[in-house]
T-cell receptor
């Protein structure tokens, strides 16, 4: 089964609003990563947060990690139509081969102009 | 520019045929991966390789084979034993955790 479960499966908002996506996982991790995928394209790495970190920022992105709840959230502030894409969380599981990631099923974000 | 190149972008296969998907990277990354993505789903790991001449099965390796003769190249063969090969295939490489993905190959069985 998938290590990461994402919520919601789909999110529709207006330009300028904030978008929050959540990811839950089952086992201890080394790090958690967020990726973006435009329709029919490869994934683009957005941000990596390590298991000993609680929050990271990158531009309009803010990621939090709560290892006690085994969950993470991705916040996109002041969204733009160009942010429309699928967003995936991926976990590097503690004790497995270095670099091997397990992906969630993704959240489809639609930002209306 | 450094990156990962997957080819072809679209591939059509007849029942019973083997096909090979190409993945080349010039990022000098040691690790490379193949994932399969079905509509509305996340990525599932097929095979991965951490160094040249070594590779391991992922979660859904049945019906697939790979080779890693060069650091830059990690081709994936979809064999006739793969019962449902129609999918989007993504290759990735990594160093220090973050992945760089290719743009994918869409394989359709006709």
């Amino acid at each position: 089964s998938q290590q990461g479960e994402e919520d919601p499966q789909a999110l529709s908002i207006q330009e300028g609003e904030n978008a929050t996506m959540n990811c839950s996982y089952k086992t201890s991790i080394n790090n958690l990563q967020w990726y973006r995928q435009n329709s029919g394209r490869g994934l683009v790495h957005l941000i990596l947060i390590r298991s000993n970190e609680r929050e990271k920022h990158s531009g309009r992105l803010r990621v939090t990690l709560d290892t006690s709840k085994k969950s993470s959230s991705l916040l996109i502030t002041a969204s733009r139509a160009a942010d429309t894409a699928s967003y995936f969380c991926a976990t590097a599981i503690y004790g497995t081969s270095y670099g091997k990631l397990t992906f969630g099923q993704g959240t489809i974000l639609t930002v209306h102009p | 520019d450094g990156g990962i190149t997957q080819s072809p972008k679209y591939l059509f296969r007849k029942e019973g045929q083997n096909v090979t998907l190409s993945c080349e990277q010039n990022l000098n990354h040691d690790a490379m991966y193949w994932y399969r993505q079905d509509p509305g789903q996340g990525l599932r790991l097929i095979y991965y390789s951490q160094i040249v001449n070594d590779f391991q099965k992922g979660d859904i390796a049945e019906g697939y084979s790979v080779s890693r003769e060069k650091k830059e190249s990690f081709p994936l063969t979809v064999t006739s034993a793969q019962k449902n090969p129609t999918a989007f295939y993504l290759c990735a490489s990594s160093i220090l955790g973050g992945y760089t993905f290719g743009s994918g190959t869409r394989l359709t069985v006709v």
